[in-house]
């Protein structure tokens, strides 16, 4: 370092010096091998189902501290679901470790082919504020389960999660295996200019391109898990009641601060005022008369947020629209006959705002979704196969669920992830998080014996129509 650094200059350098330590710790561990053998990973699996056990009642505490979330959304999609993954990874791990057994083209023969999956190595996971707990820890069990180390960054704007799960991981694992990096954008800048082996982003779509270009800058692998605006399609031939249910269950979820969560409706003309009627109805039935007394509603994050989503309630509010500053509380609030210029339909919404669209025509709202960027969820309702086949092929999305909101990211079996610019790319879930932290590598094994000599030069005439036949009849 110069003579002439600032203090700002020698403090960032040491922090620089901190991060890199801490990485090359990671990385002498993981060169020992030790990360490898199935029974460290499931061992390891193990002590964080341990550990998320001992400190449920701290995560949830902060949970409520951070976000006002009810215990029951708490448990049931933060800690509960990331439990449950931690036993379906126990379950099936050694199963997926094996390596897969592939054909050999006869030309090939006799040779075996297998693809082993194999640990990229140091891996960093950067987490948003929403799900604190399952943003962070749901990609960190795919990392654990294929084989890395971890380093882990929780978003700063939920300090109090962030500061439990330090506790725990220090608590219950050595740094050199898993790790927690606290901070904002100065230390993730810091974190970032370190080389990893695989970085796995959670995030808006401006921050995820910063990651992405600090992780171009080593050629690191990366999964960004993006966001974006979810359109909800509702069709005539749905349950009226179910669907009302099942929409506000999915916008309220977390006060709407969910990367899946229903953003906007395009309801069919023919069912709209049904439709309305049901939502009123069930939003008094959830929240009661008077929503800002109840426990069940989170609050919103900041008061950068807060001041971001009442700006967008305008137009022709039917429902709510009043807040709570001092509480960064906003009552569930619909905006009904909200076209592409409303502020509202400008951005992700992000909060309890629910804007309504009225179609007739199911192909203008095929026409307005492919118009933006792919949603990171497309969500319908209807039972008429054929509706829902056309929106599945004529649109792109990260994911759909059919007559349900966000059930597909719930899980195990089907990949989440996004796709392009709003959505990210790369998927995880159960085994696509084993996949997704695992490099696949091909291995052929090829017997001495049968050894084609026409391969070798000098090349002539006939070897080479030997290649060329071999190629055409045994290659595919
Ligand atoms: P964010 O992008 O602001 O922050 C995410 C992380 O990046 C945090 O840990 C933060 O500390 C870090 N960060 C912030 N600025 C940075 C910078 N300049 N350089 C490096 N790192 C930086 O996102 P957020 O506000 O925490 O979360 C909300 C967004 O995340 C929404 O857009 C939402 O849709 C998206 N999201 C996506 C998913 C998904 O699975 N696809 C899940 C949850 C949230």
Same mark, same amino acid.
């Given at each position: 370092?110069?003579?002439?650094?600032?203090?700002?200059?020698?403090?960032?350098?040491?922090?620089?010096?901190?991060?890199? =330590? /801490?990485?090359?710790?990671?990385?002498?561990?993981?060169?020992?091998?030790?990360?490898?053998?199935?029974?460290?990973?499931?061992?390891?699996?193990?002590?964080?189902?341990?550990?998320?056990?001992? &400190?449920?009642?701290?995560?949830?505490?902060?949970?409520?501290?951070?976000?006002?979330?009810?215990?029951?959304?708490?448990?049931?999609?933060?800690?509960?679901?990331?439990?449950?993954?931690?036993?379906?990874?126990?379950?099936?791990?050694?199963?997926?470790?094996?390596?897969?057994?592939?054909?050999?083209?006869?030309?090939?023969?006799?040779?075996?082919?297998?693809?082993? =999956?194999?640990?990229?190595?140091?891996?960093?996971?950067?987490?948003?504020?929403?799900?604190?707990?399952? #943003?962070?820890?749901?990609?960190?069990?795919?990392?654990?389960?294929?084989?890395?180390?971890?380093?882990?960054?929780?978003?700063?704007?939920?300090?109090?999660?962030?500061?439990?799960?330090?506790?725990?991981?220090?608590? &219950?694992?050595?740094?050199?295996?898993?790790?927690?990096?606290?901070?904002?954008?100065?230390?993730?800048?810091?974190?970032?200019?370190?080389?990893?082996?695989? /970085?796995?982003?959670?995030?808006?779509?401006?921050?995820?391109?910063?990651? &992405?270009?600090?992780?171009?800058?080593?050629?690191?692998?990366?999964?960004?898990?993006?966001?974006? !605006?979810?359109?909800?399609?509702?069709?005539?031939?749905? $349950?009226?009641?179910?669907?009302?249910?099942?929409?506000?269950?999915?916008?309220?979820?977390?006060?709407?601060?969910?990367?899946?969560?229903?953003? %906007?409706?395009?309801?069919?003309?023919?069912?709209?005022?049904?439709?309305?009627?049901?939502?009123? %109805?069930?939003?008094?039935?959830?929240?009661?008369?008077?929503?800002? @007394?109840?426990?069940?509603?989170?609050?919103?994050?900041?008061?950068? %947020?807060?001041?971001?989503?009442? #700006?967008?309630?305008?137009?022709?509010?039917?429902?709510?629209?009043?807040?709570?500053?001092?509480?960064?509380?906003?009552?569930?609030?619909?905006?009904? $006959?909200?076209?592409?210029? %409303?502020?509202?339909?400008?951005?992700?919404?992000?909060?309890?705002?629910?804007?309504?669209?009225?179609?007739? $025509?199911?192909?203008?709202?095929?026409?307005?979704?492919?118009?933006?960027?792919?949603?990171?969820?497309?969500?319908?309702?209807? #039972?008429?196969?054929?509706? @829902?086949?056309?929106?599945? $092929?004529?649109?792109?999305?990260?994911?759909?669920?059919?007559?349900?909101?966000?059930?597909?990211?719930?899980?195990?079996?089907?990949?989440?992830?996004?796709?392009?610019?709003?959505?990210?790319?790369?998927? &995880?879930?159960?085994?696509?998080?084993?996949?997704?932290?695992?490099?696949?590598?091909?291995?052929?094994?090829?017997?001495?014996?049968?050894? /084609?000599? @026409?391969?070798?030069?000098?090349?002539?005439?006939?070897?080479?129509?030997?290649? !060329?036949?071999?190629?055409?009849?045994?290659?595919?």
């Amino acid at each position: 370092m110069s003579e002439t650094a600032t203090l700002e200059e020698k403090a960032a350098n040491a922090a620089t010096g901190n991060m890199a =330590r /801490v990485v090359q710790k990671q990385r002498d561990f993981f060169n020992t091998h030790a990360t490898k053998p199935l029974e460290f990973r499931i061992k390891q699996l193990k002590r964080l189902k341990e550990a998320m056990t001992a &400190y449920e009642p701290k995560l949830i505490e902060a949970l409520n501290k951070d976000l006002r979330k009810s215990e029951m959304e708490a448990w049931s999609t933060e800690i509960g679901v990331t439990v449950a993954e931690i036993d379906h990874y126990i379950k099936n791990l050694g199963r997926w470790m094996k390596p897969e057994r592939k054909a050999t083209p006869l030309f090939f023969q006799p040779g075996t082919s297998r693809l082993y =999956r194999e640990p990229f190595g140091v891996s960093l996971v950067i987490a948003p504020w929403n799900f604190p707990v399952k #943003n962070l820890l749901g990609p960190v069990l795919g990392a654990m389960s294929a084989g890395n180390t971890v380093i882990m960054k929780p978003s700063e704007i939920s300090p109090a999660t962030s500061g439990v799960i330090k506790q725990m991981i220090d608590e &219950y694992f050595a740094p050199e295996y898993m790790v927690v990096i606290e901070g904002g954008v100065p230390e993730t800048t810091e974190l970032l200019q370190q080389r990893f082996d695989f /970085v796995f982003f959670t995030g808006g779509t401006e921050i995820g391109r910063i990651v &992405y270009q600090a992780a171009a800058k080593h050629l690191t692998p990366c999964t960004l898990e993006l966001g974006g !605006k979810c359109p909800t399609i509702v069709d005539t031939d749905i $349950n009226l009641d179910i669907t009302a249910k099942r929409i506000i269950w999915g916008k309220m979820l977390n006060a709407g601060q969910a990367c899946v969560s229903v953003d %906007h409706l395009f309801v069919n003309s023919k069912i709209k005022d049904k439709l309305i009627a049901k939502i009123k %109805h069930y939003l008094k039935e959830f929240y009661g008369d008077d929503p800002f @007394q109840s426990t069940d509603i989170s609050s919103i994050i900041s008061d950068k %947020h807060f001041n971001r989503i009442t #700006n967008m309630i305008e137009g022709d509010v039917i429902h709510g629209g009043k807040s709570d500053a001092e509480r960064r509380f906003i009552e569930p609030t619909i905006i009904d $006959n909200v076209t592409p210029s %409303h502020k509202v339909m400008q951005e992700e919404i992000f909060g309890p705002i629910l804007p309504i669209i009225t179609y007739d $025509n199911l192909d203008d709202v095929i026409s307005q979704i492919n118009a933006g960027e792919k949603p990171l969820a497309l969500y319908i309702f209807s #039972n008429n196969k054929k509706i @829902q086949d056309k929106v599945i $092929n004529e649109t792109s999305s990260g994911g759909v669920c059919i007559n349900e909101i966000t059930m597909h990211m719930a899980t195990t079996e089907l990949p989440f992830g996004g796709v392009g610019y709003s959505g990210g790319m790369g998927s &995880y879930n159960g085994w696509y998080g084993f996949d997704t932290f695992s490099h696949k590598r091909g291995v052929m094994k090829k017997a001495f014996f049968g050894d /084609v000599k @026409q391969k070798y030069p000098p090349y002539d005439k006939s070897k080479l129509n030997f290649i !060329k036949f071999a190629a055409k009849w045994f290659l595919g």
